[in-house]
């Protein structure tokens, strides 16, 4: 397994933007996760270790689409219809003999390969039984109704690319093709951690001045989602005699350590102090709003990141910058993400020069145009604006206002992207 230097994050800068930050990711770090071998039925939401060829056509054989009869077009004449004697019956799994089908039809179902010579199906319901014979109308196509061997995958075509997610209907064409276990990445291991003396686990009585801790559900669900195997930490305090010692063990067997909070400057943020007396940390200090205090770092051979406290800033740090992270040392392709077209039902101002993501709700106009409606608090600490909006607008570094009527681009919750 790739392991990471010293100089990995060596970033450097005062301040990233989002798409330098996942580039330097892309470029310095390496593929972390090995690979082992699983059955079809465990690799829902894996990440394909290399690239799936088949060695099969799919479908196998030339086979009927529809249950009806199966003739040789040239036997059909110019009337409006053509009476054919009924020759034998080919159901789904049966054999299709070595005799030509020439001057009859011959009675199939579904999926049953055609036979010799046969290059055309009527179907049942459009067709009239006389005895032995069948009365088949005038106007099909040459061809109608017949599937080809390779029409959906040809043989040694990419089924599956190297570092896809896969789904189910992936596993679904890796059986079709003949694969029983496919190779995949091992899930990263990803320890995760909340800081801070105000914390309570989450049905714990709270003494005064007490918060419950409800960054690290939305950690380890996300993860989880994102494919990870997540072990929870729990709460640490902010003691900075016991985090070098805390963070030195959690390093110990996993690829990533996770936290929220402590990661800024004030007098009890000691994670920085931390992490750097048992490793090494570079702030990335970035232009996103929110979350701008996001530090990455490494501890032996393990990744580091910490992330903002206030929770809405947890959300989309993770989304915006831990993804991308976990994609590279996951081996996963990291594709763009998909978005969707709003007309701003809102105003609003922001910096040049960073990237904010604006909570909004989605609804349609009068005149049928989607609208984005902006949540109306804006804290990072105001959870409900995440369930009380479809998504995030993004707007990006350029942008120093919305007006109303203006176009911007909406990611969906959840964002796993």
Known sequence: MAQLTDDCFAFGGPLLSVDEAAALVAERLPVLAGIETVPLTEADGRIAAGDVVTGLDLPLFDNSAVDGYAVRFSDLTAGPETLLPVRGRLPAGAAPGCDALSGSAMRIFTGAPMPPGADTVFMQEDVRREGDAVALPAGLKAGANR???????????????????????????????????????????????????????????????????????????????????????????????????????????????????????????????????????????????????????????????????????????????????????????????????????????????????????????????VEAVKFPRDGAGVLSSLTGSDGLAELPEAVTGVEEGDRVEVFRHPLLW
């Open 147 to 369: 599937r080809l061997a390779g029409e959906d995958v040809a043989r040694g075509s990419l089924v599956i690319p190297a570092g896809r997610r896969l789904t189910p209907p992936d596993l679904a064409l890796a059986a079709a093709t003949g694969h029983a276990a496919l190779a995949v990445r091992r899930r990263l291991r990803v320890a995760v951690f909340s800081t801070g003396d105000e914390l309570a686990e989450p049905g714990a009585a709270l003494r005064p001045g007490a918060i419950h801790d409800s960054n690290r559900v939305l950690l380890v669900a996300l993860l989880r989602r994102l494919g990870a195997a997540v072990t929870d930490l729990g709460i640490l305090r902010d003691d900075p005699a016991l985090l070098p010692g805390l963070l030195r063990a959690a390093a110990d067997g996993h690829d990533l350590i996770l936290t929220s909070g402590g990661v800024s400057t004030g007098e009890e943020d000691h994670v920085k102090a931390a992490v750097e007396a048992v490793g090494r940390l570079v702030f990335w200090r970035l232009a996103i709003k929110p979350g701008r205090p996001v530090a990455m770092g490494l501890i032996g051979d393990t990744a580091f990141v910490g992330l903002p406290g206030n929770p809405v800033a947890v959300y989309v740090t993770l989304l915006v910058v831990v993804r991308p992270l976990l994609a590279r040392l996951g081996g996963a392709r990291l594709d763009a993400p998909p978005s969707e077209p709003a007309r701003a039902a809102f105003r609003y101002r922001k910096k040049a020069g960073r990237r904010e993501y604006v909570r909004v709700s989605l609804r349609r106009g009068a005149d049928g145009v």
